[in-house]
């Protein structure tokens, strides 16, 4: 199988390529590629090494399976064209509100893929680990109403933005991403600010959490918060259903769910933090516990790393399955 990486120096593009040789993707041939700035560098497979080179070069080796990390204005311009060839895994925001484009978490809803998608949207990286948790929860007591607020590391930025934050603490000016300082601060400024006042990573995480669990109907707000944390992204999620619950039934579910791992022993000091997700797939649920103001309402906190299960992992993992369904 001829495998393309388009962002192959990027944060994610980097663990993309990482992954493929930890799960033993059965790659012939990679051809890591990335803007022109970056074409000539080198990165290693398998203990080779290997150029990285332009996507125009990516292109023409008419790669069997192309996993983009590279931006929505290139996934926009070069995503159809090599989905003439093989099977696209997008990881930006370019296709993910698609209607003719599924939008995959693999342990969610991996079985609505067919032969027929040519383009496969990776969701948003705290889309990820707040779907993973709520569909088990939906499937069984169905949801009305969910206010999500999230505590967002500078490594969902890019590297500019860790460089700021690093800059910070060492007292050095920094080249500045945020419109304020991050280091001992947190900004309510994920992404964009729109016309009704939310960002636009508030607005993903609502639209992407109805689309992949097929449920517009479901009432969501969100704030979503940077906070001066290298890597992990963690959530404050409160969930309104329309059936009654036992706690010990929610635990036991979460628990027998494929990829999630419950974290929940407050009075030894046990709960998901990410410190603990780093390098880590799976996602951490955990300060399980009925919201005592209205019936049928529960909270939790989740947390997960955010450039593996939140970006590079899901894609690979959508790689998997199609492979294994043969749909590459």
């Known amino acids: 199988m001829k495998v393309c990486i388009i962002g192959a120096t990027g944060l994610v593009g980097r663990t ?13 041939q990679l051809i890591p590629a990335a803007s022109e700035r970056s074409a000539g560098k080198t990165i290693t497979f398998r203990n ?8 125009s070069e ?9 996993l983009f990390s590279a931006g929505g204005k290139i996934s926009k311009k070069f995503a159809p064209a090599f989905a003439q060839y093989g099977k696209v895994i997008d990881n930006s925001s370019a296709w993910r509100m698609d209607p003719e484009i599924k939008l995959i978490v693999p342990e969610v809803n991996a079985g609505v893929l067919n032969n027929n998608d040519r383009i496969i949207a990776n969701p948003n990286c705290s889309t990820i680990q707040l779907v993973m948790v709520l569909a088990p929860l939906h499937k069984k007591y169905f949801i009305n109403r969910i206010v999500i607020s999230t505590y967002q590391s ?13 800059s910070e603490r060492k007292n050095i000016t920094p080249n500045m991403f945020y419109p304020h300082p991050i280091d001992l601060n947190c900004l309510p400024h994920c992404g964009n600010f729109t016309d009704t006042g939310y ?20 009432n969501i707000t969100a704030t979503a918060v940077r906070i001066p944390v290298l890597g992990g992204h963690s959530e404050s999620v409160n969930i309104e259903f329309s059936k009654n619950f036992e706690l010990h039934d ?25 410190v603990n997700s780093a390098n880590r797939d799976e996602v951490f649920v955990g300060r399980i516990r009925r919201d005592q103001s209205r019936k049928n309402c ?15 992992t ?13 749909l590459i």
């Open 250 to 274: 929610i635990i036991n579910l979460l628990n027998n769910s494929a990829g999630i791992k419950v974290t929940d022993d407050p009075k030894n000091n046990i709960y998901p933090m990410p």
């Open 199 to 218: 960002t636009t990573e508030e607005v993903k995480l609502i639209d992407e959490t109805r689309k992949i669990l097929n449920d517009q109907a479901l």
């Open 16 to 28: 993309m390529i990482k992954l493929l040789e930890e799960r033993k993707i059965p790659v012939n």
């Open 154 to 166: 500078v490594s969902g930025s890019g590297a500019t933005a860790i460089n700021q934050m690093e």
């Open 48 to 55: 080779n090494e290997i150029k990285v080179a332009g996507i």
């Open 314 to 326: 899901n894609a690979v993992q959508i790689a998997e399955y199609m492979l294994s369904q043969s």
């Open 58 to 66: 990516g292109l023409a080796a008419k790669p069997d399976l192309v």
């Open 298 to 312: 529960l909270n939790l906190w989740i947390v997960s790393d955010n450039i593996r299960k939140g970006a590079a």
